[in-house]
């Protein structure tokens, strides 16, 4: 069975109130900074030197948009003359189309997702979900025969779930229909097992056609991979080669604490050998300033904001957050 195609059957949308319109192509985006002219200095010191522009370490609204940003003396891609990767805003500003990827699975990428969905009003596109079955890894599923498989997990393989104008049940559609109320677009490729899709999608007998998976029109979208950056689709292809060939820029989220500077420039660096355009990092978790300067530094990459870690998660909270950690303008 191939598994592939834009946005499902139809290429529908749907959000609470139905469908939503839908029109525009992806296309590359110019350059955002040389757009703002918002390049800054920087003073040596790692920090935005005076006459830093608007979004820049330095720029007191700014600083003060981006919360704990500026304490840890933040400075941010465009400041260091990097992020010159191709940003998310198209001719004219019409195009408003970002995936949102990460430094792996559970870091926080559907949460970010919906909340940038709310703050902007973009629709969500999944284009493959696994782990129907519930999203919680379980290394007793990862045996390399599907016999195997089917033993520990105590029935026959699966076969493919049903791809449903309907928001399925424990899916990162449903989350973002839930956190956001953004409308959604049904997935191409929906498998049961909580494993990285080319595994799961062998154990059951689909065969996920990589070429055909492209993303739905509308000017502002926002599309989520599964789990990092080289989480593999097929045993050939992997998410960062799909993202190259769509050229759609990325958010990439990264968490704060101990051990995301490593696998914050490991993502970043197989991005940008691939050629795909970065167009910030969202961090996702406890305050770490140093953490995110220093990402942004030595990666070169704008950081667009911290999400912190919501006690309560609804819709409010995370707009509320969305609004004090994020600059909507940055998305535009
Ligand atoms: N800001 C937050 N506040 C509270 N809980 C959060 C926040 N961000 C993420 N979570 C929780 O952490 C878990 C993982 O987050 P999320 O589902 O967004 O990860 P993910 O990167 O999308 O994973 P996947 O690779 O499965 O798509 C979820 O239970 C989610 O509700
Ligand atoms: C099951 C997870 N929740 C996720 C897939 C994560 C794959 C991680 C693979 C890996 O890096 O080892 N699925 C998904 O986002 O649809
Ligand atoms: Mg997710």
């Avoid at 525009?24 to 110019?30: D, F, N, S, T």
């Avoid at 839930?178 to 049961?192: D, I, W, Y």
Wanted: charged content about 20%.
């Amino acid at each position: 069975m191939a598994a592939g195609g834009a946005a499902g059957p139809g290429g529908t949308v749907r959000g609470p109130n139905g469908p939503a319109p839908a029109a525009g192509a992806v296309e590359r985006q110019p350059d955002r900074a040389a757009d703002r002219g918002t390049r800054c200095r920087d003073d040596g010191a790692g920090r935005a030197g005076a006459g830093a522009g608007p979004g820049c370490a330095g720029d007191p609204a700014a600083d003060r948009a981006r919360g704990d940003l500026s304490v840890a003396g933040v400075v941010d891609a465009e400041c260091l003359g990097g992020g010159g990767d191709p940003p998310g805003r198209g001719a004219g500003g019409a195009m408003a189309r970002f995936v949102i990827t990460g430094t792996g699975t559970d870091v926080g990428k559907t949460v970010f997702a919906a909340g940038l969905c709310g703050m902007t009003g973009a629709a969500y596109w999944k284009p493959v979900q696994s782990g129907l079955a519930g999203n919680v890894p379980n290394a007793a599923l990862t045996g390399d025969a599907p016999g195997q498989h089917s033993a520990c997990t105590g029935r026959t393989p699966t076969t493919r779930a049903a791809l449903t104008d309907v928001a399925q049940p424990g899916s990162d559609r449903a989350e973002v229909e839930q956190l956001s109320g953004a409308p959604t677009h049904p997935e191409a490729v929906m498998l049961r097992e909580p494993l990285s899709p080319h595994r799961a999608a062998e154990l059951e007998g689909v065969e996920i056609d990589a070429e055909a998976l492209t993303p739905p029109p509308g000017a502002r979208l926002v599309i989520e991979g599964a789990g990092g950056v080289l989480v593999p689709l097929t045993r050939q292809i992997l998410f960062a080669d799909l993202f190259a060939r769509w050229q759609i820029p990325v958010v990439l989220v990264c968490a704060t604490g101990l051990g995301t500077i490593s696998h914050s420039l490991s993502a970043i660096e197989a991005l940008r050998a691939r050629g795909v355009p970065i167009h910030g990092v969202a961090f996702a978790g406890d305050p770490n300033g140093d953490n995110m300067a220093t990402i942004g530094q030595i990666g070169r990459v704008r950081v667009l904001g911290r999400l912190p870690h919501l006690a309560r998660l609804d819709r409010a909270a995370l707009a509320q957050a969305m609004r004090d950690n994020f600059r909507a303008e940055d998305f535009a």
